[in-house]
T-cell receptor, first 114, second 111 residues
Framework: NAGVTQTPKFRILKIGQSMTLQCTQD?????MYWYRQDPGMGLKLIYY???????DKGEVPNGYNVSRSTTEDFPLRLELAAPSQTSVYFC?????????????FGQGTRLTVV | GQQVMQIPQYQHVQEGEDFTTYCNSS?????IQWYKQRPGGHPVFLIQ?????EVKKQKRLTFQFGEAKKNSSLHITATQTTDVGTYFC???????????FGKGITLSVRP
């Protein structure tokens, strides 16, 4: 039972490069989220999805794109990387309803843009 | 939109002191959850509260859901250095709503 898996764990990008952060979950969760966490700060929601084919913006979506073609996968795309996107990125998933609705987080991707 | 607030962002205590932090929502919640993130780690689920006025304990940690289901508290008795980390609350407004996280409070404990 892998839970939420994020790849890569670490990445250094040059300004202007692009990359995709991968996130996959094996718990059949409907809801998936992408957060960024700057050093010493809290979680900021980038994008979220309530199911395959549905995505919505969070509080800091600029510079990012997502897709949700399957229930399991929720990749985050960075286009034209900027130093301000240096952060730790967490993917999470949860199941809606009235029972166990807690979020499960991946281990994070530590991204540095230089 | 729904907001979940945690203030302050940082708190420093002496080992052995008690610690209490609060979480406030702008809307009524169907449930509230607490998470702990150790330094360098990822947030990990601690507990979920569903009923108005509910109190749950985990060893030295006590969690409470307010009567109006708009606020919650986390109390740690006799803090230890292992309690260091960031504590997040997260709220749900309904069965099909997304989780909304507070900004978290980072606790440091002086030995």
């Amino acid at each position: 039972n892998a839970g939420v898996t994020q790849t890569p764990k670490f990445r250094i990008l040059k300004i202007g490069q692009s990359m995709t952060l991968q996130c996959t979950q094996d718990m059949n969760h409907n809801y998936m989220y992408w957060y960024r966490q700057d050093p010493g700060m809290g979680l900021k929601l980038i994008y979220y999805s309530v199911g395959a084919g549905i995505t919505d913006k969070g509080e800091v979506p600029n510079g990012y794109n997502v897709s949700r073609s399957t229930t399991e996968d929720f990749p985050l795309r960075l286009e034209l990387a900027a130093p301000s996107q240096t952060s730790v990125y967490f993917c999470a998933s949860s199941y809606p309803g009235t029972g166990h609705t807690e979020a499960f987080f991946g281990q994070g991707t530590r991204l540095t843009v230089v | 939109g729904q907001q979940v607030m945690q203030i302050p962002q940082y708190q420093h205590v002496q080992e052995g002191e008690d610690f209490t932090t609060y979480c406030n929502s702008s809307t009524t919640l169907s449930n509230i959850q607490w998470y702990k993130q150790r330094p360098g780690g990822h947030p990990v689920f601690l507990i979920q509260l569903v009923k108005s006025g509910e109190v749950k304990k985990q060893k030295r940690l006590t969690f409470q859901f307010g009567e109006a289901k708009k606020n919650s508290s986390l109390h740690i008795t006799a803090t230890q250095t292992t309690d260091v980390g960031t504590y997040f609350c997260a709220g749900l407004t309904g069965a099909n709503s997304k989780l909304t996280f507070g900004k978290g409070i980072t606790l440091s404990v002086r030995p």
